[in-house]
């Protein structure tokens, strides 16, 4: 499996990283790994600024509470956005018996908790816990998982569009339909657009291949194309603009990574924040101050406006003055 990044010299825990990637080493749930130290394993759905954002955020809160190179070891696994090397990489976490389990992405999670129920799970980077049937309850999650949910304001993110583009009458609505988190998001800007008294326009795709064939499909059609925090588009956001910044279309997006990779911008969690609110949750689990079926699934910390200063001006769209305040990156 290919690890998605090295961290470099100054960052502690990645001699820890590396070594976790090399094999099993692993020890019973709740135990500690070889030489003394905690395990915890990482799986990851693909490489994309949110998630590696996430996944840098548990890494750094679990150093800052003192999970150094010398008291953990942390495997990093990464799936390539391919379901068959999520199963893979599960039926090694179960094998392997780490202490705590980090899942990023809704996928991930699923795949790990459907697999392994006595070993603690901690989601990031997950739209809704309860209807991707990962806890019985958001409060009471009454399972071996919890986490930091990323539901960032939709409808916010569709009037973002309206904003920019006045008189707007056709809204463009891409994602992917075989993740429930996309689904959930698509859901709510849907019905948010019909509210405005706009026609949804959709073009859905099964994987990064299908981008650019389903932005032409739409693009002549609408004023704005709306996209939730969905991984698979997300992953290759420069395919999409490319054909939508051609037709003069603007993108408004769920992810902030999103914005900062071409699109016009977003309403955004910080998902770097949202992974450290994760690597407290394990800290937590890890120091037997908690366990996943009794500790409530978070929300996230803060919300950014976000703006593509570059996109704007190659679209020829002035920033409205509601978004004077934002964040404005190249």
Not at 129 to 136: C, I, P, R, S
Not at 187 to 209: C, F, I, M, P, Y
Not at 289 to 310: F, R, S, Y
Request: glycine share 10%; aromatic share 4%; with cysteine.
């Amino acid at each position: 499996m290919k690890q998605w990044m090295k961290y470099t010299a100054a960052a502690v825990l990645a001699a820890a990283a590396l070594a976790g990637l090399s094999g099993c080493g692993g020890s019973s749930a709740g135990g500690s790994a070889s030489g003394g130290k905690k395990h915890v394993a990482v799986i990851q759905i693909m490489q994309h600024g949110s998630l590696d954002a996430a996944n840098k955020g548990v890494i750094d809160q679990l150093e800052k509470r003192g999970y150094t190179a010398d008291k953990i070891e942390i495997d990093q696994q990464n799936a390539q956005g391919d379901q068959s090397n999520l199963k893979n990489i599960a039926s090694r976490f179960k094998h392997a018996q780490p202490d705590v389990i980090v899942a990023i992405s809704t996928p991930a999670a699923q795949t790990v908790a459907n697999e392994i129920h006595d070993i603690p799970i901690v989601g990031v980077a997950i739209t809704d816990f309860e209807t991707a049937k990962l806890v019985k309850s958001n409060e009471k999650p009454g399972t071996n998982v919890t986490g930091v949910n990323d539901r960032g304001p939709v409808e916010e993110q569709v009037d973002m569009g309206v904003k920019f583009v006045p008189g707007a009458k056709r809204m463009g609505l891409m994602y992917c339909a075989s993740e429930v988190n996309s689904e959930i998001q698509a859901g709510q800007a849907r019905k948010h657009a019909a509210d405005l008294g706009l026609e949804v326009v959709e073009a859905t795709v099964s994987n990064v291949n299908d981008i650019q064939q389903a932005a032409e499909s739409i693009a002549g059609e609408v004023d704005f194309i709306y996209v939730p925090t969905d991984n698979v588009i997300a992953s290759s956001i420069p395919t999409l603009v490319k054909v939508t910044d051609a037709a003069g279309i603007p993108v408004f997006v769920g992810a902030d990574s999103m914005a900062r990779d071409g699109a016009l911008g977003s309403i955004s969690v910080d998902f770097y924040k949202t992974g450290l609110q994760a690597g407290d949750m394990t800290a937590d689990i890890l120091e037997g101050k908690g366990k996943p079926e009794t500790m409530p699934v978070q929300d996230p910390a803060d919300l950014t406006v976000i703006i593509n200063k570059t996109n704007s001006a190659i679209l020829g769209i002035e920033i409205p003055e509601a978004y004077k305040d934002a964040v404005l990156v190249d």
